[in-house]
């Protein structure tokens, strides 16, 4: 017997995968239904959104919505990867930057920006894995893209001889590499920089304060039920019966003007019916989750 759909906010441990936590919850929801919205890269922890069958169909659009991250960067060494899994490739004394500099740096990289993403990332290179075809050491070209960077504040600020390690807080844009933002303020600094550590500490609405470990999801599986998920993410339309009916059967709605995303749908007793988007003076289901 499965836990039923809806979501579940896993607080990632170090050196897991999002395909391991995947493939832990599987086991613990018996179901194979499972997916996550957003990957984390092994070496960080926090915040991974998990849906369990209907709520499989959230994932998608919760993985365009606002992140937050904590993470260390590291002046004064360059890694093959940006982050401390990869091997050093330069070093450069940073004892020279000022407090100053790192400062403008990071208002370099603040707002509407065009980032490179790594070169070892998951991004496809004419259908392959660009990690893939650096790990065969092959050059990988990948283009810029556009993100935004809402907020990048230094936290605190360690020197210890030609390094410093910079703790910085950082709310983005769905697509943002972190270790792409340590990577080019080193390179703007002229001493080089990669992530030493991150920590995501939200995906939209959902954050650390909602998030269970493995352990304790193991003791006791906790899901966050659709409806209650919907409504935490998305803004909420309450409808009559007979447009209960429409959405229903897939059915279009008139627009009430809740913006471009996706809008959650209930009926008058509180059930979740669809996420619709609204285009023109219309509403289109995009997902309809009631038989």
């Not at 950082?170 to 992530?195: E, K, N, V």
């Amino acid at each position: 017997m499965t836990s039923g759909s809806g979501l579940v906010v896993v607080d990632k441990p170090a050196d897991w995968t999002s395909h391991d936590v995947v493939g832990k919850l599987r086991r613990l929801a018996r179901t194979r239904r499972v997916g996550h919205a957003g990957t984390l890269d092994p070496m960080a922890t926090g915040v991974l959104v998990i849906g369990v069958e209907k709520a499989t169909r959230l994932l998608g659009h919760l993985a365009l919505t606002e992140k937050g991250y904590d993470g260390t960067i590291r002046l004064g060494q360059t890694t093959n990867t940006d982050d401390a899994e990869g091997e050093i490739t330069a070093s450069a004394s940073a004892a020279a930057v000022t407090d100053e500099a790192l400062h403008a740096g990071i208002a370099k990289l603040t707002g509407e920006i065009q980032q490179v993403p790594p070169q070892v990332s998951a991004i496809k290179v004419n259908g392959e894995r660009a990690y893939k075809m650096a790990r065969k050491g092959e050059e990988v070209e990948l283009k810029a893209r556009p993100v935004t960077i809402h907020d990048f504040t230094v936290k605190e600020i360690r020197r210890d001889g030609d390094l410093i390690d910079l703790d910085v807080s950082i709310a983005c844009s769905s697509g943002t590499y972190i270790r792409a933002l340590a990577r080019d303020l080193g390179a703007d600094l002229g001493c080089g920089g990669h992530l030493t550590a991150l920590r995501r500490t939200r995906v939209g609405p959902y954050d650390l304060s909602m998030a269970r470990t493995i352990e304790q999801l193991t003791e006791e599986f906790a899901i966050l039920p659709m409806a209650e998920a919907v409504a935490a993410a998305f803004p909420r339309r309450d409808v009559t019966e007979d447009d209960a009916r429409k959405v229903m059967h897939g059915g279009k709605l008139p627009a009430a003007g809740l913006g471009p995303g996706p809008v959650g749908v209930f009926a008058p007793d509180g059930t979740l019916l669809a996420l619709v988007e609204e285009q023109g003076h219309a509403a289109k289901p995009l997902a309809v989750f009631v038989p």
